[in-house]
């Protein structure tokens, strides 16, 4: 009896020593010695997400909570941050590149990205405070419910082209009963989307909406025009408080310096995203109120899409705008949140057919195409560019200038395994 207590007294400070030496009869040396061999046990490191990180510290002043779980379960995680002790990316950052998984065994490449920067955020975020309540720093969903635009969406059982005016986003510069029906129906950070009618969103969601609209309307153009139904738009995975999960792309600027056939490849790509965006199925022209290098991203398959749709506009050919004379110019706090209450906006009346590709022909063409070819090529390439952007004069619509392109690079691109999106279809048809 004493020999125990002699033990246990002497081990008393060592809880794994302890069991030892009460499972081995009380040897200590026999426990010592086992104490030793025991491995110690791996404490997993893990994230150490933080709501401010997320944006959730903001919300309902965000885009949505869809995605939350995964990231806090790490089934998304930051690809080029992976340490040994995991830590977060500085939230300096617009966009981030990650990977997602759904079984934790394979995983894909995706797009973390912030509806604006963070300066834009702290910015807008003071100016809500200010301007609402007087103060430097506030509950963003207090004040914003307090506004009249959002006591009118309180009210509203469908969202009406009143309910957006004076929104910036290009997408609600001419909004149509249609699209704006289109928006609430497609909404999918809502369980239980499919109804034109508002009764399925809460007041948080109905926020939510409002705010994503006021800021960025890239998510929603992804959510109500999604890839698996054609649309050139890279999938949407979801949100968490102020971050939204895409597919992956490279932006446009990489391939830049890429071998000729591979840039009259994407350049046909980029014609006929063009031309899909002009005319399609459900009679929706979009149009572009500024393009540059990151407009465009390419799929790892070869494949190019719109991958920044923020400076996108829709007009509906078959309702036109329903907004009345002098609604497009109220303005309100939800004006102003990232743009200039004083810009003027690109009015619906002043958009061409060619506008889009007047754009492309001067900010990205020119990158991707100049200095490619063999001189004859090249010289039809380069005249069509300068005269592309200058605007095209009378010769003809979009269409017409988009197909002399075509026809111009269409015998330069190649049918190989760098090409997989149409590999090797391309092998048997001249349609790939």
Same mark, same amino acid.
């Given at each position: 009896m004493g020999l125990w207590i002699c033990c246990?007294?002497?081990?008393?400070?060592?809880?794994?020593?302890?069991?030892?030496?009460?499972?081995?009869?009380?040897?200590?040396?026999?426990?010592?010695?086992?104490?030793?061999s025991s491995p110690v046990p791996h404490v997993k490191p893990s994230y150490s997400f933080g709501r401010t990180f997320l944006g959730l510290d903001k919300c309902n002043a965000c885009i949505g909570t869809s995605i939350c779980k995964k990231f806090f379960k790490e089934e998304i995680r930051f690809d080029t941050w992976l340490s040994s002790h995991l830590k977060l990316p500085p939230s300096s950052l617009l966009s981030y590149s990650g990977n997602y998984t759904d079984d934790a065994k394979s995983w894909r490449l995706v797009d973390i990205t912030r509806l604006t920067s963070k300066y834009q955020h702290d910015r807008a975020d003071k100016r809500i405070c200010t301007s609402?309540?007087?103060?430097?720093?506030?509950?963003?969903?207090?004040?914003?419910?307090?506004?009249?635009?959002?006591?009118?969406?309180?009210?509203?059982?469908?969202?009406?082209?009143?309910?957006?005016?004076?929104?910036?986003? %290009?997408?609600?510069?001419?909004?149509?009963?249609?699209?704006?029906?289109?928006?609430?129906?497609?909404?999918?950070?809502? %369980?239980?989307?499919?109804?034109?009618?508002?009764?399925?969103?809460?007041?948080?969601?109905?926020?939510?909406?409002?705010?994503?609209?006021?800021?960025?309307?890239?998510?929603?153009?992804?959510?109500i025009f999604p890839d698996v139904e054609g649309w050139p738009f890279p999938r949407y995975l979801g949100s968490c408080g102020r971050l939204l999960v895409s597919a992956s792309t490279r932006p446009l600027r990489d391939f830049f310096g890429a071998a000729p056939e591979v840039a009259a490849d994407l350049a046909l790509q980029l014609l006929a995203v063009l031309r899909s965006m002009a005319n399609n199925d459900l009679n929706y022209f979009f149009y572009f109120t500024h393009v540059d290098a990151g407009t465009f991203g390419v799929f790892s398959n070869g494949h190019l899409f719109i991958r920044d749709a923020s400076t996108l506009g829709v007009i509906d050919k078959e309702e036109g705008s329903q907004l009345i004379d002098g609604q497009q110019e109220h303005r309100d706090i939800f004006s102003c949140l990232t743009a200039?209450?004083?810009?003027?906006?690109?009015?619906?009346?002043?958009?061409?057919?060619?506008?889009?590709?007047?754009?492309?022909?001067? !900010?990205?063409? %020119?990158?991707?195409?100049?200095?490619?070819?063999?001189?004859?090529?090249? !010289?039809?390439?380069?005249?069509?560019?300068?005269?592309?952007?200058?605007?095209?004069?009378?010769?003809?619509?979009?269409?017409?200038?988009?197909?002399?392109l075509a026809a111009i690079l269409k015998p330069l691109r190649s049918c190989d395994s760098r090409f997989a999106y149409r590999y090797p279809d391309c092998r048997y048809s001249d349609k790939y």
């Open positions: 246990l007294c002497s081990r008393a400070a060592d809880p794994l020593m302890l069991l030892l030496v009460l499972a081995l009869g009380c040897n200590p040396s026999t426990a010592a010695a086992a104490a030793a609402l309540l007087g103060t430097r720093s506030c509950s963003l969903e207090r004040a914003l419910r307090r506004t009249q635009r959002f006591q009118k969406w309180l009210r509203a059982k469908r969202l009406t082209p009143d309910l957006v005016q004076g929104l910036p986003s %290009p997408l609600l510069r001419c909004p149509s009963q249609r699209l704006l029906d289109r928006i609430v129906r497609r909404y999918a950070e809502v %369980p239980d989307a499919g109804s034109i009618y508002m009764d399925h969103l809460t007041d948080r969601d109905k926020l939510r909406l409002l705010y994503t609209l006021a800021v960025n309307s890239h998510p929603i153009l992804l959510q200039d209450c004083q810009s003027v906006l690109v009015s619906c009346d002043s958009i061409r057919d060619q506008h889009s590709l007047v754009m492309v022909c001067q !900010e990205l063409l %020119p990158k991707l195409l100049s200095g490619k070819f063999q001189p004859p090529v090249q !010289e039809s390439i380069d005249a069509f560019l300068q005269r592309c952007a200058r605007g095209l004069g009378d010769d003809g619509g979009a269409s017409e200038a988009m197909a002399e």
